[in-house]
């Protein structure tokens, strides 16, 4: 098993990732109900080795691109590669709505960068296709902002491999964001496509915001290694492909220590097959 993933040259990361997504208020709105312990959640992650960390404008909206910001003015010797996204807007908690006009994907990368305090994008993701815009109108939009410098790399999210197959006509595609997990294997196809082509998957809800923390299933093996039912979660993902890139949530300190010391749980095959047979 590969504890790296190379996405070029200059970005080689740890697989084991982390995802801002909790850190704003209920609802992923508004602000964190503290702030100082949203700065200190990510200062814990790169300091426990978190090099990749993924975010999105639409997360408070931008209260996470703020911590990270923070964060990473805390950290500058630390060489995190962050990991972006545009396209879906908000009406307030819990409502998402995809917007791909090439105006306003244009300005959601200039706000990332705004926000983030970087003066380029290493991954930005297009968080969802809008229906209502050709792939070519939306992909194209940030192919062009990729020859402006602005961005190195594009990745898509919650897509098909024919949607892949497509956009990578437009634009170089090195990830893709899928929902996916122990329990919830929907999107087989689309990973089994990405290890083929080298595409980095990275899976949301690796979690299953938080179920899988619980899991009643998981804590026969986890017992087994001395471990706890999330990181044996996390174990089977880094263990089921050398391209997925698990990149799990939380607002805690404790759970985001917790979390990055499961890479270095090697599941026996055994224990791998038993873990698989609890997907659908
Ligand atoms: N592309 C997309 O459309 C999309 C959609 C959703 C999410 N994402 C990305 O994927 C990332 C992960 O998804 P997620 O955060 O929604 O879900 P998740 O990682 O599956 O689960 C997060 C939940 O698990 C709990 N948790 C985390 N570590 C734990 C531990 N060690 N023990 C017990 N509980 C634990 C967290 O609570 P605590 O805060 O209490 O730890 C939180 O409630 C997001 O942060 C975001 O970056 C992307």
Known sequence: MNKTFSFDKDLNINRL?????????????????????????????????????????????????????????????????????????????????PVGTPAYLRQQVELNMMTLGLDHIDLLQLHRVDPNYTLEEQVGELAKMQQEGKIKHIGLSQVSVDEIKAAEKIAPIVSVQNRYNLIDRTDEDVLDYAEANHLAFIPWFPLATGELAQGK?????????????????????????????PIPGTSSTDHVVQNIKAQNIELSQADFDILDKLGK
């Open 17 to 97: 990732g982390y995802g801002a997504m909790q850190l704003p208020g209920k609802g992923v709105w508004g602000p964190s109900s503290d702030p100082d312990n949203a700065v200190k959640v990510i200062t814990t992650a790169i300091d426990n080795g978190v090099n990749f960390i993924d975010t999105a404008d639409a997360y408070g909206p931008f209260y996470s691109n703020l911590y990270v910001k923070e964060a990473l003015k805390q950290r500058q010797d630390a060489n995190v590669m962050v990991a972006t996204k545009v396209g879906n807007t908000r009406q307030g908690p819990d409502l998402w709505t």
């Open 217 to 245: 299933e998981l804590q026969d093996i986890a017992a087994k290694y001395d471990a706890q039912p999330a990181q044996i979660a996390l174990a089977w993902l880094l263990k089921r492909s050398d391209v997925i890139l």
